[in-house]
Nanobody
Framework: QVQLVESGGGLVQPGGSLRLSCAASRNISIYTMGWHRQAPGKQRDLVATITNSGSLNYADSVKGRFAISRNSAKNTVYLQMDSLKSDDTAVYYC???????????WGQGTQVTVSS
């Protein structure tokens, strides 16, 4: 079992930046970690993932603007979000998946609102 707690969301103006954090309750070095988001009335979509070996994957809509990273010593994953747009407004969720297993863990989410 892995508990995930997101933080760092808030209200930001278009063009601004935010850094989200996801703190895990246990060592996450073997997990593929990801960020997903869900806007009102829409499905939850993948934003970015980072594997246990450091391979990165991004949704096309955030490439060049967002960066995912991990600090396994701190059991924490980050999402640096720059050049934010109104379309980035959503609840952002942290996710952990152990390779080879079907179990997926989710945090409670943190709200990001991009508005002037």
């Amino acid at each position: 079992q892995v508990q995930l707690v997101e933080s760092g969301g808030g209200l930001v103006q278009p063009g601004g930046s935010l850094r989200l954090s996801c703190a895990a309750s246990r060592n996450i070095s073997i997990y593929t970690m990801g960020w997903h988001r869900q806007a009102p009335g829409k499905q939850r979509d993948l934003v970015a993932t980072i594997t246990n070996s450091g391979s990165l994957n991004y949704a096309d809509s955030v490439k060049g603007r967002f960066a995912i990273s991990r600090n396994s010593a701190k059991n924490t994953v980050y999402l640096q979000m720059d050049s934010l747009k109104s379309d980035d407004t959503a609840v952002y969720y942290c996710n952990a998946v152990q390779p080879g297993y079907s179990v997926s863990y989710w945090g409670q989410g943190t709200q990001v609102t991009v508005s002037s």
